[in-house]
Antibody
Framework: EVQLVESGGDVLQPGGSLRLSCAAS????????MNWVRQDPGTGLAWLSR????????FYVDSVKGRFTISRDNAKNTLYLQMNSLRAEDTAVYYC??????????WGQGTPVTVSS | DIVLTQSPATLSVSPGERVTLSCRAS??????LAWYQQKPGQAPRLLIY???TRATGVPARFSGSESGTEFTLTVSSLQSEDFAVYYC?????????FGQGTKVEIK
């Protein structure tokens, strides 16, 4: 059974930093492209970032480029999102998402991040 | 960025009815369009990818179609468990983008 378990969400002040983690199991993580997607009530769903299976090719949406860094540890089956210079508009639930695996895209349960002074 | 416009914003439907949801792309996304279903407190669930391919385990009452930059999700006979918010999403051009969603509610 595929499982994605995000952790690391917190409440913090603007300008702060946070690292989210996503522990993956039940599939071959080291060969899978992985993604971070966030959702907030105001602007809906946003595909933030994706990484190739080896971590050498990464992509970011403009709103987080230069502030967020996606990375992975294939030995630990874990995906990360380092978030720096956080803003109020980064307040959202953050999801770890797989690319298609056997005709299904898997999502974690999400981890909430609140940025507020 | 590619803008996906979904219509209507809300749809009030009775169980058993046929439902058609629309998603219009601001430019060509070829067939690189997916549909997701989201229920309260849950992550989105992939229903359709490549515009018309049902994801594994998705009931046959869900179908997707395309005509140019217009995409449609059809539910042939709405069941009680289908009341949810539906999103379209394109993966043709980075950044991948979502529509704003259509809420299907009980009439």
């Amino acid at each position: 059974e595929v499982q994605l378990v995000e952790s690391g969400g917190d409440v913090l002040q603007p300008g702060g930093s946070l690292r989210l983690s996503c522990a993956a199991s039940g599939f071959t993580f080291r060969t899978s492209w992985m993604n971070w997607v966030r959702q907030d009530p105001g602007t809906g769903l946003a595909w933030l970032s994706r990484t190739s299976s080896d971590g050498k090719n990464v992509f970011y949406v403009d709103s987080v480029k230069g502030r967020f860094t996606i990375s992975r540890d294939n030995a630990k089956n874990t995906l990360y999102l380092q978030m720096n210079s956080l803003r109020a508009e980064d307040t959202a639930v953050y999801y770890c998402v797989t690319d298609l695996i056997g005709g299904v895209s898997y999502w974690g349960q999400g981890t909430p991040v609140t940025v507020s002074s | 960025d590619i803008v996906l416009t979904q219509s209507p914003a809300t749809l009030s439907v009775s169980p058993g009815e046929r439902v058609t949801l629309s998603c219009r792309a601001s430019q060509s996304v070829r067939s690189n369009l997916a549909w997701y279903q989201q229920k309260p407190g849950q992550a989105p669930r992939l229903l359709i990818y490549d515009a018309s391919t049902r994801a594994t385990g998705v009931p046959a009452r869900f179908s997707g179609s395309e005509s140019g930059t217009e995409f449609t999700l059809t539910v042939s006979s709405l069941q009680s468990e289908d009341f949810a918010v539906y999103y379209c999403q394109q993966s043709n051009n980075w950044p991948w983008t979502f529509g704003q969603g259509t809420k299907v509610e009980i009439k």
